[in-house]
């Protein structure tokens, strides 16, 4: 999985968000704030190449069950990708 160039993540005061650049700016209108898991899969999309990657390494460094991972994972993988966030 890789995030498409048109949006980065930042620190912004605090808040880590990620924000949309380039032709995404034009068609995207404003932000997205993240949460600690949400900022971590976004970090580690790179890393993937499948969501059960990406399922695996969020089991390993939370402490969740395996169904409840499963859905929340693979809907906000779904959601960038809708977006035009990520591509496979």
């Not at 995030?3 to 930042?10: E, L, Q």
């Not at 990657?53 to 499963?70: F, G, I, K, Q, S």
Request: charged share 25%; net charge negative.
């Amino acid at each position: 999985m890789k995030v498409t160039s048109n949006f980065v993540m930042r620190d912004v005061a605090g808040d880590i968000v990620v924000i949309p650049t380039g032709e995404a700016a034009r068609c995207f209108n404003g932000l997205i704030s993240m949460n600690s898991v949400s900022a971590f899969i976004w970090k580690h999309l790179e890393a993937c190449q499948t969501p059960e990657e990406m399922l695996a390494l969020v089991l390993e460094n939370y402490d969740v069950d395996e169904e409840t991972a499963r859905k929340d994972v693979f809907q906000f993988l779904a959601d960038l990708k809708r977006a035009g966030m990520i591509e496979d």
